[in-house]
C-alpha cells in the first residue's frame, strides 16, 4: 500500500510539474507574442513619422527657398530706389512651411512610443519641438501681419519693406534650423 501511495505521490506531483510547465510557457509564449506584436507596432509608427518628418523637411526647404527669393528681390529693388508691390509676393509676404505632426501624436497618444529605443524618442521629441516653435513663429507673424494689413491694406506692408525683409530673415534663421536639425537626425539614421 506504501508503494501504491508513494507511486500516486510520484504520479501526481509529475502531472502538476507538468501542468504548471505548461502554463508557464503558454504565458511565455503569450507574453512573447504581445511584445513582439508591440515592437512592430512601434517599427511601424517610427517609420510613419520618419515619412512625417521626410515630408515636413521638404515643405520647410520650399518655404526656406521661397523666403530666400524673397529677400533677393526686396534687396534688388532696394538697390534700385524702388519699393516691392504685392504682386512681387506671389505665395504671401511669408510662406511658411505647413509642417505636420499627425504621426508623432498618434504614436504618443496610443503609448506606442513606450516601445521605442529612448534615444530615438529623444531625438524625435526634440525635433518635433523645433517644429512647435516653428509653428509659434508662424501663428504670431500671422497676427502682426493681418494686424497691419487690417490697419493700412497690403501695400502698406509692401512699402513697410525693410520691416517685411526682417520678418522674411527671422523666417529663414528658423527654417535653416529646422533643415539642419531634420539633415542632422536623418545623418544618425545612416550612421
Given amino acids: 500500500m506504501k508503494e501504491n501511495t508513494r507511486h500516486a505521490l510520484k504520479s501526481a506531483f509529475f502531472e502538476a510539474f507538468f501542468v504548471i510547465l505548461g502554463v508557464g510557457l503558454a504565458l511565455a509564449a503569450n507574453e512573447w507574442r504581445q ?4 515592437q512592430k507596432q512601434a517599427d511601424s509608427a517610427l517609420a ?3 515619412v512625417e518628418l521626410e515630408d515636413n523637411r521638404a515643405q520647410v526647404q520650399a518655404s526656406h527657398d521661397y523666403h530666400m527669393g524673397l529677400v533677393g528681390m526686396i534687396q534688388e529693388k532696394m ?3 524702388e519699393a516691392p508691390v504685392v504682386d512681387d509676393f506671389p505665395r504671401g509676404f511669408v510662406s511658411p512651411a505647413r509642417v505636420a505632426d499627425t504621426a508623432w501624436d498618434v504614436a504618443t497618444q496610443t503609448g506606442v512610443v513606450s516601445n521605442m529605443e529612448y534615444a530615438t524618442l529623444l531625438e524625435l521629441s526634440r525635433m518635433y519641438g523645433l517644429q512647435d516653435q516653428y509653428l509659434s513663429q508662424v501663428e504670431s507673424v500671422g497676427g502682426l501681419i493681418y494686424g497691419q494689413i487690417m ?4 501695400q502698406a506692408i509692401a512699402d513697410n519693406h525693410r520691416n517685411l525683409l526682417q520678418i522674411i530673415y527671422t523666417f529663414i534663421y528658423r527654417e535653416y534650423g529646422l ?4 539633415d542632422a537626425m536623418q545623418t544618425g539614421k545612416e550612421g
Fill in 179 to 182: 533643415l539642419a536639425a531634420y
Fill in 48 to 50: 510613419g513619422i520618419l
Fill in 79 to 81: 538697390g534700385a530706389g
Fill in 151 to 154: 490697419a493700412g491694406g497690403t
Fill in 35 to 38: 511584445n513582439t506584436a508591440a
